[in-house]
């Protein structure tokens, strides 16, 4: 072993690659080598969606020699793939890298409730979702020893939440004000603390701008990268009908469970006053709903047709009763007169005789007007 080789090896045993930077990259490159092995040892943790731009962001950093863990965080609002993964899980096993996932609890919700930002077109709170996924995102890079944080956005692509005082306002609000990097936009912000260190190439990374997807189509066929999903479309509090069962349910409802952010997902919805009334599309929504009931809340069935399962939640007033029994007619098989429909709390043990109402009945009272 040389001079050289035995002072690298010094090196490698006793420094920690951030101390090294914080020495100067020039300072080791004086012995005439990088150390290859003491430069991979940077590592990133990257807030990976499963989207297009945040897997070319991750990407970009890998091809730097960069070792990239991904963080995401698994929301009551994740639309899960057939197969019951999530877009995240997708693009981790098709990039070959670690993915940490996070759960939220009732703090997300409220967030979701109480935006300090507002929201987007519908019930989505971008700017600040990805304050509040930024701040997880910091404990783990803390836990996993990462150097810095990255993400995905991409200069104004969105309008509510990715132009630049948005950008500032996560930065800033996320604790990580010149630490966080947007490699696909880098070369058209200010410089981070990572680049500054020369953790990371800047002259490599991306200047890509504005809403067309074009150069991010472009940099996915570099990189070989064929399977993603089509933009914005893991988030319900993007879809207009879900933010509109949402809006009802905040208003409404003083205290927000998980459960009830689950039920959304399931069935029609209806509003009288204080009552909501769930209707079941399938039979296996219908399963969903007897199960996800409370105890006290009414279920209503019809003994002698095929037909929906209802769900009735709110006080079980004369009229509230009635009408979720009518709605249970509705969606039946019945095609008009009177029916019996069963309904109680544990068993259907009563039950009413109704007329099968008008389409405009049920119309009238659906959540967001929708009628399918
Ligand atoms: S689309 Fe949904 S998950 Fe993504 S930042 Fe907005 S609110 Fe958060």
Same mark, same amino acid.
């Given at each position: &072993?040389?001079?050289?080789?035995?002072?690298?090896?010094?090196?490698?045993?006793?420094? /920690?690659?951030?101390?090294?930077?914080?020495?100067?990259?020039? %300072?080791?490159?004086?012995?005439?080598?990088?150390?290859?092995?003491?430069?991979?040892?940077?590592?990133?943790?990257?807030?990976?969606?499963?989207?297009?731009?945040?897997?070319?962001?991750?990407?970009?950093?890998?091809?730097?020699?960069?070792?990239?863990?991904?963080?995401?965080?698994?929301?009551?609002?994740?639309?899960?793939?057939?197969?019951?993964?999530?877009?995240?899980?997708?693009?981790?096993?098709?990039?070959?890298?670690?993915?940490?996932?996070?759960?939220?609890?009732?703090?997300?919700?409220?967030?979701? @409730?109480?935006?300090? =930002?507002?929201?987007?077109?519908?019930?989505?709170?971008?700017?600040?979702?990805?304050?509040? &996924?930024?701040?997880?995102?910091?404990?783990?890079?803390?836990?996993?020893?990462?150097? =810095?944080? =990255?993400?995905?956005?991409?200069?104004?692509?969105? !309008?509510?939440?990715?132009?630049?005082?948005?950008?500032?306002?996560?930065?800033?609000?996320?604790?990580?004000?010149?630490?966080?990097?947007?490699?696909?936009?880098? @070369?058209?912000?200010?410089?981070?603390?990572? #680049?500054?260190?020369?953790?990371? /190439?800047?002259? %490599?990374?991306?200047?890509?701008?504005?809403?067309?997807?074009? !150069?991010?189509?472009?940099?996915?066929?570099?990189?070989?990268?064929?399977?993603?999903?089509? !933009?914005?479309?893991?988030?319900?509090?993007?879809?207009? #009908?879900?933010?509109?069962?949402?809006?009802?349910?905040?208003?409404?409802?003083?205290?927000?469970?998980?459960? /009830?952010?689950?039920?959304? @997902?399931?069935?029609?919805?209806?509003?009288?006053?204080?009552?909501?009334?769930?209707?079941?599309?399938?039979?296996? #929504?219908?399963?969903?709903?007897?199960?996800?009931?409370?105890?006290?809340?009414?279920?209503?069935?019809?003994?002698?047709?095929?037909?929906?399962?209802?769900?009735?939640?709110? !006080?079980?007033?004369?009229?509230?009763?009635?009408?979720?029994?009518?709605?249970?007619?509705?969606?039946?098989?019945?095609?008009?007169?009177?029916?019996?429909?069963? =309904?109680?709390?544990?068993?259907?043990?009563?039950?009413?005789?109704?007329?099968?109402?008008?389409?405009?009945?049920?119309?009238?009272?659906?959540?967001?007007?929708?009628?399918?």
């Amino acid at each position: &072993m040389n001079n050289e080789d035995a002072v690298i090896e010094n090196l490698r045993a006793i420094l /920690d690659i951030r101390w090294i930077c914080e020495i100067g990259i020039g %300072k080791l490159l004086f012995l005439g080598r990088f150390p290859t092995d003491i430069m991979t040892r940077v590592k990133a943790l990257s807030l990976l969606s499963g989207g297009l731009d945040s897997i070319l962001a991750t990407e970009l950093i890998r091809k730097q020699g960069i070792e990239v863990v991904c963080f995401n965080i698994k929301t009551p609002f994740g639309i899960p793939k057939k197969d019951g993964t999530s877009e995240a899980d997708q693009a981790a096993s098709q990039l070959g890298v670690t993915l940490k996932v996070a759960s939220v609890g009732k703090d997300y919700l409220r967030m979701v @409730r109480h935006p300090q =930002f507002g929201y987007g077109r519908n019930m989505n709170p971008c700017i600040d979702c990805k304050i509040f &996924m930024l701040k997880k995102a910091r404990k783990t890079a803390k836990e996993i020893g990462a150097d =810095f944080i =990255f993400t995905g956005e991409v200069l104004d692509e969105r !309008p509510k939440s990715q132009h630049f005082p948005a950008l500032c306002t996560i930065e800033k609000e996320s604790g990580l004000k010149g630490k966080l990097l947007r490699p696909l936009s880098a @070369r058209l912000l200010p410089e981070t603390a990572a #680049e500054k260190k020369g953790l990371v /190439d800047r002259t %490599k990374l991306g200047n890509i701008q504005g809403r067309s997807r074009k !150069p991010q189509f472009q940099l996915a066929k570099d990189y070989g990268i064929k399977s993603y999903p089509s !933009p914005a479309g893991g988030c319900l509090l993007t879809c207009e #009908e879900y933010s509109k069962k949402l809006r009802d349910l905040f208003v409404n409802k003083k205290q927000v469970s998980m459960n /009830d952010v689950d039920l959304l @997902r399931v069935g029609r919805h209806f509003r009288i006053g204080a009552n909501k009334i769930v209707v079941g599309r399938n039979e296996a #929504e219908n399963k969903v709903l007897v199960a996800r009931k409370t105890k006290s809340e009414y279920y209503f069935e019809l003994p002698d047709i095929v037909g929906p399962t209802t769900i009735l939640q709110g !006080p079980k007033t004369k009229k509230a009763i009635e009408t979720a029994a009518k709605l249970t007619a509705f969606y039946s098989d019945a095609e008009a007169g009177e029916v019996k429909v069963n =309904f109680g709390r544990g068993s259907l043990n009563k039950s009413m005789i109704v007329a099968v109402p008008e389409k405009t009945f049920a119309e009238n009272l659906r959540v967001g007007n929708v009628m399918k």
